[in-house]
């Protein structure tokens, strides 16, 4: 199994502050995904990469960016981070024709 | 765009009994995946199950087994003889195969399954 791991479990910023929540995998994978987890709403995709230096849009990409300058890492950027950021953030990756993807352990991010 | 809904927030069940999980969903594809995933407290998720829609055959995993019906769109996961270990919260997802960028997943809401003792 492909071994996602997210820099850290728990997060606290301070509103106005720019946060980087990183992603690697230990395998070639092209497809990496940042969602967004909130308690009733599920999971929501932020933005996501088939390669490097690739990025596009999901679902939520308003407050987010993204850097992906090698394959293994896929970063996400919250330039000026916001109450409403608060929440889990998952990273998931897929190999192209690949059946599953895998997770990382996902960060829980608190703005104050 | 591909919807998945989980009418059910919440779910409970008794040891050793049985208990299905809901889930529908909304494409215009025909090719295409369905998962049921797995979160429990340690918030690992982990895939239960998967179901290619090409197939009529019913994927089963152990005590998982799903009700895929193609035609109505529906894809119900049941669990057999419930332990303990069983609770988390449930999603389900969907993808589909028409390639390029499209191997994201879209997720339902979820639904938390406790299991009683």
């Known amino acids: 199994d492909v071994k996602v791991t997210q820099s850290s479990r728990y997060l606290v910023k301070r509103t106005g502050e720019k946060v980087f929540l990183e992603c690697v995998q230990d395998?070639?994978?092209?497809?990496m995904f940042w969602y967004r987890q909130d308690p009733g709403l599920g999971l929501r995709l932020i933005y996501f990469?088939?390669?490097?230096?690739?990025?596009e849009k999901g679902d939520i990409p308003e407050g987010y960016s993204v850097s992906r300058e090698k394959k293994e890492r896929f970063s996400l950027i919250l330039e000026s981070a916001s109450t409403n950021q608060t929440s889990m953030y998952l990273c998931?990756?897929?190999?192209?024709?690949?059946?599953?993807?895998?997770f990382g352990q996902g960060t829980r991010l608190t703005v104050v | 765009a591909q919807t998945v809904t989980q009418s059910q927030p919440e779910m409970s069940v008794q040891e050793a009994e049985t208990v299905t999980l809901s889930c529908t969903y909304d494409?215009?594809?025909?090719?295409?995946?369905l998962f049921w995933y797995k979160q429990p407290p340690s918030r690992q998720m982990i895939l239960v199950i998967r179901?290619?829609?090409?197939?009529?055959q019913n994927a089963t995993e152990n005590r998982f087994s799903v009700n895929f019906q193609k035609a109505a769109k529906s894809f119900s996961l049941k669990i057999s003889d419930s332990q303990l270990g069983d609770a988390a919260m449930y999603f389900c997802?969907?993808?589909?195969?028409?390639?390029?960028?499209?191997?994201?997943?879209?997720f339902g809401k979820g639904t938390l399954l406790t299991v009683n003792p």
């Open positions: 990469s088939y390669d490097v230096k690739m990025k």
């Open positions: 179901q290619e829609a090409y197939k009529q």
């Open positions: 494409t215009s594809e025909s090719d295409y995946y």
């Open positions: 395998m070639d994978h092209e497809n």
């Open positions: 998931a990756v897929y190999r192209d024709r690949g059946t599953e993807a895998f």
């Open positions: 997802a969907y993808r589909d195969l028409s390639g390029g960028s499209n191997y994201k997943l879209t």
